[in-house]
């Protein structure tokens, strides 16, 4: 588990694949190629890496996954082996992973701890026989068998990066303990090596704990599922066999291996791993079941719909995983800052060795000052300081069922000061209900519903499918056409009709006092009305009402109390979406909202301050798209919503809003700390070691304790509730 700078360093959490460069145009023949590489973790890895193949014929991208420790090369397909070849020069141990393979949990067997005890029992009795003035001889043997026992894979990776012209932790340690040892520093020396060995063990676990906690839920989906076969007997399969349209059972108390729908049988079934819900959730023939939810008390049979591979839950996890690609604003930031920081400060270990001993003499002194230096040079635990943070911030999010797409989200979600949000599904349930037909003139309630339930029954939109469900259509229907945003026209025996809103009958038809009069009683009431119409006149008018979700009135309130602003964008009309606008407790309500309408008014929110826009992630697909953040409502096994959506609520409640915005803001809290904490400890050392106080010891400290310092506080996000 060696952790080369033991940080796992640039590329984490909030992004961590970063497009280094392109040689050439993308060619559409060109091969991808995921490669492990347990030994990239930190950003002098990537740029050796970088330089390295960068300019190597066929190697056309770079992406890199430092918390994953995973190189993507878009390459065409003779440039693999060479690549290979070229990694293992720089002194790589490169692992091919297949495309659709998730990243293994474990990156190495455990290193073994008898070394270690070793080389600190020697460190140590080297510290007593200078204590105690022994022959120099005898600390310097005990001192050689203790950084032999336990650095020799240090030196080594220190020359291979000192010889490729990098400067990572490990040449700077290695330099470090080798100008102690020459200068006479046995005893401090080895124990250096031995601190730091230690504390890069210590570290690679925690880390590991952050960049597994995600993979570790492809776990909670069983590997055998149990498959009818075609004789009608049962046969236990690996789940990677198991086709779509399979029969699989479940029994009491078993996880759910694959995606699919119930067809015989009921239970109630804990879906807290996909959408964070406390209570299971009662399921019947018809509905759909998710990988690694687990059945409760019942038996049922049900229908494979998609591969091991492209379950719900996998999607989750190669999202989050992809979430690792995309830094974040402030990671961008401290990468910048690192590359300044370490030339700077090994400048002044330069300067610190030559120039006051040429004026005050004491060469060794000043050298070892020097060493010091080198040592607290090392930027890796204000580059770990944001990666860890991030994939924790993420990975409490997926658990709590809410899916960010990328670190950049996770970061923006603190600074939202608009949400807006669509109404039909949304903030209702979006299974309307027909309440009242009110025929004018001469028609009556049958045949008005007759000619609107033959229209409607075309439509995909729910208040049309609210009218389609009350009648059986009698009619046929040719030359149908949707008008987004106002309604649905057809030809009926040779007569042209048309369903829709306010906006549409203005258009095509007269509107009487009359008519207008009853419009608004209707949608006083809290309706939304949809009229029927020839060219003539309204037929008549239909009063539809979706309920509000459980929980919108508690989602909007807590809202407020975070101090955002709320605002309905519907395509109802004006009446009807103030009034549940009103019941919600929303800020602001528009309707007759068109989908410009709705990119115009989130375009115009952007103006005042960071917005979000939530939505079912394809019907408002162009507000989505305009908005700071992209919230779909309602995504499981949505393959559509999880690739348009910034962020994904995987089920229908609205309460995950404002854990969004408290996930994000704690965990931009706990980024501001590790930052100040790493740049304070290497301040406070760097002035220690300036007025003659610092040593080795903490120098090592400054490094690989600020490293495991700001990795445990970022973990600490993974115990926190939202």
Same mark, same amino acid.
């Given at each position: 588990m060696k952790n080369c700078c033991s940080k796992t360093s640039s590329g984490a959490i909030r992004g961590t694949i970063n497009l280094r460069r392109t040689a050439s145009p993308v060619s559409p023949d060109a091969a991808v190629s995921r490669v492990q590489i347990t030994d990239m973790c930190c950003p002098v890895e990537e740029q050796m890496i970088q330089r390295r193949l960068g300019d190597m014929p066929g190697v056309e991208q770079l992406s890199f996954n430092l918390m994953q420790r995973v190189l993507t090369v878009r390459h065409q397909p003779a440039a693999r082996q060479p690549m290979l070849a070229a990694l293992r020069e720089l002194g790589f141990a490169p692992r091919l992973l297949d495309a659709a393979q998730p990243t293994p949990v474990s990156a190495k067997k455990p290193l073994r701890s008898w070394p270690l005890l070793l080389a600190a029992c020697a460190a140590a009795l080297a510290e007593a026989a200078h204590w105690f003035g022994l022959h120099e001889g005898v600390q310097a043997a005990l001192a050689a068998l203790a950084i032999v026992a336990c650095g020799v894979n240090t030196w080594?990776?220190?020359?291979?990066?000192?010889?490729?012209?990098?400067?990572?932790?490990?040449?700077?340690?290695s330099i470090a303990v080798t100008g102690a040892l020459l200068i006479g520093q046995w005893p401090e020396a080895a124990m250096v090596m031995v601190l730091f060995t230690l504390a890069e063990r210590l570290e690679a676990r925690s880390q590991d704990r952050a960049r597994n906690a995600v993979a570790a839920l492809m776990d909670l989906a069983p590997p055998r599922a149990r498959v009818r076969q075609a004789d009608g007997s049962w046969q236990?399969?690996?789940?990677?066999?198991?086709?779509?349209?399979?029969?699989?059972?479940?029994?009491?108390?078993?996880r759910i291996a694959l995606d699919g729908i119930i067809t015989q049988g009921d239970s109630a079934i804990d879906q807290a791993a996909i959408t964070g819900e406390s209570v299971p959730v009662d399921k019947a023939p018809g509905d759909k079941v998710f990988a690694g939810t687990l059945n409760s008390t019942g038996s049922f049979d049900y229908q494979v719909t998609h591969l091991a591979g492209e379950s719900t839950l996998a999607n989750i996890v190669a999202a989050v995983e992809q979430?690792?690609?995309?830094?974040?604003?402030?990671?961008?930031?401290? =990468?910048?800052?690192?590359?300044?920081?370490?030339?700077?400060?090994?400048?002044?270990?330069?300067?610190?060795?030559?120039?006051?001993a040429i004026w005050l003499g004491d060469w060794q002194g000043w050298i070892y000052k020097a060493l010091v230096l080198l040592v607290i040079a090392c930027p890796c635990a204000l580059v770990i300081s944001t990666p860890v943070t991030l994939i924790?911030?993420?990975?409490?999010?997926?658990?709590?069922?809410?899916?960010?797409?990328?670190?950049?989200?996770l970061e923006s979600g603190r600074a939202i000061r608009w949400l807006a949000l669509d109404k039909t599904g949304t903030l209702t349930r979006g299974q309307p209900e027909l309440r009242s037909v009110q025929p004018c003139a001469e028609w009556d309630d049958a045949q008005s519903l007759a000619l609107?339930?033959?229209?409607a029954s075309h439509s995909t939109h729910p208040v049309s499918q609210a009218i389609g469900r009350a009648s059986t259509p009698a009619m046929a229907v040719s030359a149908f056409r949707e008008l987004p945003g106002r309604g649905i026209q057809g030809t009926l025996a040779d007569q042209t009709w048309w369903l829709g809103n306010h906006r549409l009958m203005q258009?095509?038809?007269?509107?009487t006092p009359a008519i207008e009069q009853q419009r608004t009683q209707l949608e006083a009431a809290g309706n939304t009305v949809v009229m029927l119409a020839n060219a003539a006149q309204v037929v008549a008018l239909f009063a539809v009402a979706d309920g509000l979700k459980a929980g919108s009135r508690e989602a909007i309130a807590e809202l407020h109390q975070l101090g955002v602003k709320t605002v309905m964008l519907s395509g109802d009309n004006q009446t009807t979406v103030a009034?549940?606008?009103?019941?919600?407790?929303? =800020?602001?309500?528009?309707?007759?909202?068109?989908?410009? =309408?709705?990119? =115009?008014a989130v375009a115009a929110l952007t103006q005042s301050g960071t917005t979000a826009m939530v939505g079912d992630g394809i019907n408002d697909a162009p507000a989505l798209a305009r908005a700071d953040i992209g919230i779909a409502m309602g995504v499981m096994g949505s393959d559509t919503a999880l690739a348009t959506a910034d962020v994904a609520l995987m089920d229908d409640d609205l309460r995950k809003l404002p854990q969004f915005i408290r996930c994000s803001r704690m965990t931009w809290r706990i980024l501001r700390q590790n930052i100040a904490l790493a740049i304070g400890l290497k301040v406070l050392f760097l002035l220690l070691t300036l007025m003659g106080w610092g040593t080795l010891w903490m120098a090592v400290?400054?490094?690989?304790?600020?490293?495991?310092?700001?990795?445990?506080?970022?973990?600490?996000?993974?115990?926190?509730k939202l």
């Open positions: 080594r990776r220190g020359w291979l990066a000192l010889r490729n012209g990098n400067l990572n932790i490990n040449a700077l340690m236990t399969l690996p789940v990677q066999e198991v086709m779509p349209g399979s029969t699989v059972n479940i029994r009491p108390g078993e979430a690792q690609a995309s830094k974040a604003e402030i990671h961008h930031l401290v =990468d910048r800052f690192a590359r300044i920081y370490t030339p700077v400060v090994l400048a002044l270990a330069l300067l610190v060795a030559t120039l006051p924790s911030g993420l990975t409490l999010a997926a658990r709590n069922g809410i899916l960010i797409k990328g670190g950049i989200w609107a339930a033959s229209l258009a095509v038809t007269v509107l009034a549940i606008a009103a019941e919600v407790g929303i =800020d602001r309500a528009l309707g007759e909202q068109l989908p410009q =309408d709705k990119l =115009d400290f400054a490094d690989v304790g600020a490293s495991l310092l700001v990795t445990a506080n970022g973990l600490r996000l993974l115990r926190m």
